[in-house]
Antibody, heavy 121, light 110 residues
Framework: QVLLQESGPGLVTPSETLSLTCAVSGGSINNYYWSWIRKPPGRGLEWIGYIYYSGNTKYSPSLKSRVTMSVDTSKNQVSLNLDSVTAADTAVYYC???????????????WGRGTTVAVSS | DIVVTQSPLSLSVIPGEPASISCRSSQSLLHGTGNYYLDWYLQKPGQSPQLLIYRGFNRASGVPDRFSGSGSGTDFTLKISRVEADDVGVYYCMQTLQGRTFGQGTKVEI
């Protein structure tokens, strides 16, 4: 059973960079897409982007200028950096895996439990 | 960017009765393969979201057949044939044709 564990600081200062890590256990990071999704308090889910294990990325247009995702196959983990944060970036951040039955259409089949990040001075 | 709009945003249901949620996209979600690029997820209270339906109408593994997805073009529907108490939570549709975009979510309560 694949498990995803997000980690990072629970509090980030405005204008700084939010950095999170997703540790993958029970399976390999290879040959999969990995995604970050967030849920601001009182609001719905927001897709941040995804990264293939080889490093190819696709980001949400609204966050593209501030987001960087990376993978470390040696550590079996995925990372998220979000620059110049504001209070609007306060949210529960989820790491997720994109699975497929035909290697053509990809859906989110595994979710982490999420980590809460607050942006405040 | 594709915008996805759900309705209603809140739904009160009666156990044993049917329920449906609508999802409308700002452009057709029909892919060149002939498939519709839309998924449905449920986030139960205190839990991470879980996949219900992928590619328009395909039930995910382990999902009861009470749940079904339908639709075409820009209009899609998630139907629960007989609601159970365990079905409460927030339901999201998500387009997967261009990147990913979630709908606002529909809160379902008994």
């Amino acid at each position: 059973q694949v498990l995803l564990q997000e980690s990072g600081p629970g509090l980030v200062t405005p204008s700084e960079t939010l950095s999170l890590t997703c540790a993958v256990s029970g399976g390999s990071i290879n040959n999969y897409y990995w995604s970050w999704i967030r849920k601001p308090p009182g609001r719905g889910l927001e897709w941040i982007g995804y990264i293939y294990y080889s490093g190819n990325t696709k980001y949400s247009p609204s966050l593209k200028s501030r987001v960087t995702m990376s993978v470390d196959t040696s550590k079996n983990q995925v990372s998220l950096n979000l620059d110049s944060v504001t209070a609007a970036d306060t949210a529960v951040y989820y790491c997720a895996r994109l699975g497929s039955v035909d290697n053509y259409y990809f859906y989110i089949d595994v979710w982490g439990r999420g980590t809460t990040v607050a942006v405040s001075s | 960017d594709i915008v996805v709009t759900q309705s209603p945003l809140s739904l009160s249901v009666i156990p044993g009765e049917p329920a449906s949620i609508s999802c409308r996209s700002s452009q057709s979600l029909l892919h060149g393969t002939g498939n519709y690029y839309l998924d449905w997820y449920l986030q139960k209270p205190g839990q991470s979201p879980q996949l219900l339906i992928y590619r328009g109408f395909n039930r995910a593994s382990g999902v009861p057949d009470r749940f079904s997805g339908s639709g075409s073009g820009t209009d899609f529907t998630l139907k629960i044939s007989r609601v159970e108490a365990d079905d409460v939570g927030v339901y999201y549709c998500m387009q997967t044709l261009q990147g990913r975009t979630f709908g606002q979510g529909t809160k379902v309560e008994i």
